[in-house]
């Protein structure tokens, strides 16, 4: 008799452990859901800072290797923006057989940071040249230049972009290419830009 009653009370929990358990895991979740999304938001944001400054990278190779000017152009498809390399020539949009690279669908391209929270633009302080915001163009011995209609002066470029959180401050991050050719990114502290 005594180990039946036993057998009994040691068969689950009881109601009171049962509220207490799920109340633990209501706070926890609380406070470990903003800081996922802050998390994944942030590796979205340098993900698509990385992706740019390699495709860059790209187009800058392939000018020397095929002896021309390429330039990298940005559009924005359905899943978010996309930027994609081209001979300076070619006039034509994106298709399948240029090299391209997502910038993921949170990321937005703008030409200067604006809206609250915004940094200021990147100065000749920190860049150390004036930076222009047109499609990047790199010459046949690698060196950036601003192509417009045959014509590929050497320039420094700065691009910026932000993330639509679902939640949380705004991230910002920017890309430089000085016009020696290095290409640089800058993220955004919330209070200054840090490479």
């Known amino acids: 008799m005594y180990t039946e009653a036993r057998r009994s009370r040691c068969r689950g929990f009881s109601l009171i ?35 740019l400054s390699g ?35 070619d006039a034509s949009g994106l298709n399948g057989k240029d090299t391209q690279v997502q910038l993921g669908a949170p990321l937005t391209k703008v030409t200067t940071p604006t809206g609250p929270g915004a940094p200021a633009a990147l100065t000749t302080t920190e860049l150390g040249f004036t930076a222009v915001t047109t499609d990047p163009s790199f010459n046949s011995r ?14 420094g470029f700065v ?28 993220i955004y502290s919330g209070v200054a830009w840090g490479g």
């Open 17 to 51: 452990e049962l509220m207490i358990v799920i109340g633990v895991l209501l706070i926890l979740g609380v406070i470990a859901i903003p800081n996922m999304m802050t998390v994944i938001s942030n590796a979205r944001l340098q993900g698509g800072g990385t992706n």
């Open 55 to 89: 495709l860059l990278q790209s187009c800058r190779t392939l000018a020397i290797n095929q002896n021309t000017t390429m330039t990298t152009h940005f559009m924005v498809l359905a899943n978010g923006p996309v930027a994609f390399v081209k001979k300076a020539s």
């Open 142 to 155: 690698g060196l950036p230049c601003a192509y417009s209609g045959g014509v590929c002066p050497t320039s």
């Open 159 to 186: 691009y910026y972009f932000k993330d639509n959180r679902p939640m949380g401050k705004i991230g910002w991050i920017a890309v430089s290419v000085s016009p020696a050719g290095r290409i640089k990114r800058w």
